[in-house]
C-alpha cells in the first residue's frame, strides 16, 4: 500500500473519531506526504472539528481543560484560526476569535495571552508589529507553548490603554 494511501486512512479515522490531537501527530507526515492542495484539506479538516467542538462546548456552558489532550489540540486549531485572520488584517474577526477562546480555557496563562491578543487585534496593531513590540517569541519558545505566551513591556501598555478605554 502507497505511503498516502495509508497516511490518507490513518486521517480519515482520526477525522471519523473526531480526533484533533491524532490529526495533528500525523501533521509532519502530512507535511511530507501530501500535495498542497490535500495539506489544505487535511487544515480545513481540523478546523472543522474544532469548530464542532466549540459549539458543543459553548453549549454545554464549561470551559475546556489545557490537560486534556482533545481539549488541548480544540484551543490549537483555533488559536491557529484565529492567528491567521490576525495576520491577514482581518482585525474584527480575529479579536472575535480570540475574545471567544479567551474565556474558553481553564488555564489562566492561556486566558491572559489571548486577551492580549484580543485587545492588540481590536486596536488594529499590525500583526507585524504584536510580533516584534509585544510578543517576546524568544521567550515563549522557551517556555514551550503552542500560542504566544510571553510578551515585553509594551503589551502591559496596551492592557493599561485598552483599560483605560474601557475594554
Known amino acids: 500500500m502507497s505511503k498516502t494511501k495509508t497516511l490518507k486512512e490513518k486521517v480519515l479515522k482520526a477525522?471519523?473519531?473526531?480526533?484533533?490531537?491524532?490529526?495533528?501527530?500525523?501533521?509532519?507526515?502530512?507535511?511530507?506526504?501530501?500535495?498542497?492542495?490535500?495539506?489544505?484539506?487535511?487544515?480545513?479538516?481540523i478546523l472543522d472539528l474544532a469548530l464542532e467542538k466549540l459549539t458543543d462546548t459553548l453549549e454545554a456552558?464549561?470551559?475546556?481543560?489545557?490537560?486534556e489532550?482533545?481539549?488541548?489540540?480544540?484551543?490549537?486549531?483555533?488559536?491557529?484560526?484565529?492567528?491567521?485572520?490576525?495576520?491577514?488584517?482581518?482585525?474584527n474577526d480575529a479579536a472575535a476569535l480570540f475574545e471567544v477562546i479567551s474565556g474558553l480555557s481553564n488555564d489562566k496563562k492561556f486566558s491572559k495571552a489571548m486577551k492580549l491578543h484580543w485587545i492588540a487585534a481590536a486596536e488594529k496593531?499590525?500583526?507585524?508589529?504584536?510580533?516584534?513590540?509585544?510578543a517576546d517569541l524568544d521567550a515563549t519558545q522557551k517556555m514551550g507553548t503552542f500560542y504566544i505566551s510571553e510578551f515585553t513591556k509594551k503589551a502591559q501598555e496596551l492592557l493599561n490603554n485598552s483599560q483605560e478605554k474601557g475594554k
Do not use: C
Not at 61 to 67: I, P, S
Not at 125 to 134: M, Q, R
Open 15 to 45: 477525522q471519523e473519531a473526531s480526533d484533533i490531537a491524532s490529526l495533528y501527530v500525523l501533521e509532519q507526515e502530512a507535511h511530507e506526504t501530501f500535495d498542497e492542495d490535500t495539506l489544505h484539506g487535511f487544515y480545513a479538516n
Open 61 to 67: 456552558h464549561r470551559v475546556m481543560d489545557m490537560n
Open 69 to 91: 489532550v482533545q481539549d488541548f489540540a480544540t484551543l490549537r486549531a483555533l488559536y491557529e484560526y484565529a492567528v491567521e485572520h490576525y495576520s491577514a488584517d482581518e482585525f
Open 125 to 134: 496593531v499590525p500583526f507585524d508589529d504584536f510580533l516584534e513590540k509585544i
